[in-house]
């Protein structure tokens, strides 16, 4: 049996709210990750909201984490951890000169999130677990470390002055995205580092295991998937997914989460008949 690398992206292709999964497909999921082929995990999200679906999944594959800036593997502890970040003294400045056009924000280190202040409202973005350690103020008094970025949600219609900020001032140093939301949250900035990404974590996963391109299956939905999808031999975008998304799939698929997309093409590909080992 051929082997491959498959890497899926959660929000908006695997699952269509923040934590609802259908038994069927996590137990298809589970078995499938037994017949040789190598499933990872390729998140925005931070370890602590996505480590659910990994145990669910019964995984011993690295993780993917916010969008490849941190990549480990917490069942093999030879495995060379991926770890960057943005300096704290950019994030202070942005969030410094920004206020204005600031609704909130945080940024993380690790699991450890630094908010600037509560609200009811944003809580889905901050993905807290039990253990989570949140400190609330002013990002230039509580970060002491550098973080993993940071995610700074604008006002209604303020998304495009932040990012005017960040791409003048920093001049490529520091990337942002602005999330394709609507409503009052249409101006969530997400800002990154430009060493890393869905692809190049990827990369680094593959030649952990050995696996060539014409070996690697990507497949997700969003505009942060981008690099993931070409990098991968198979690139496959779900239905609904980001126009720019689907301009460099290899495939969009009929389905979306809420159809069980990513069981629907993996029994298509892979035929029960060769899912032996």
Known sequence: ???????????????YDFDTIDESLAGFLRDFGKTGHKLVIATGRPYRSSRFIYDRFELDTPIIN???????????????????????????????????????????????????RE???????????????????????????????????????????????????????VLCRIWNLSGEFDSIVEVFTPESNKGMALEHVAKYY??????????????????????AGEGIAVQNAHPELIEVASRTLPWGPRDKAIQKYLEERFPQNEHAE
Not at 99 to 106: A, I, K
Not at 119 to 133: F, G, K, N, S
Not at 139 to 145: D, F, G, I, N, S
Not at 210 to 231: L, Q, S, V, W
């Open 210 to 231: 050995g696996f060539e391109r014409d070996h690697i299956i990507a497949i997700g939905d969003g505009h942060n998937d981008i690099e993931m999808i070409t990098y």
């Open 1 to 15: 049996m051929e082997r491959y690398l498959i890497a899926i992206d959660l929000d908006g292709t695997l699952l």
């Open 66 to 116: 916010y969008n490849g800036l941190l990549v480990t593997n917490p069942k093999d502890p030879n495995f060379p951890e991926i770890n960057f970040t943005v300096p704290k003294e950019v994030i202070i400045d942005i969030f410094q000169h920004c206020q204005e056009h600031l609704r909130n924000g945080f940024s993380e280190v690790g699991d450890h999130i630094h908010l600037l």
């Open 119 to 173: 609200e009811h409202a944003i809580e889905p973005l901050l993905h807290r677990a039990e253990d989570t350690v949140v400190t609330v103020g002013n990002l230039a008094e509580t970060l002491k470390e550098d973080p993993h970025g940071c995610i700074l949600i604008g006002w209604q219609g303020h998304g495009k002055a932040i990012e005017e900020y960040i791409t003048t001032k920093y001049q490529g140093q």
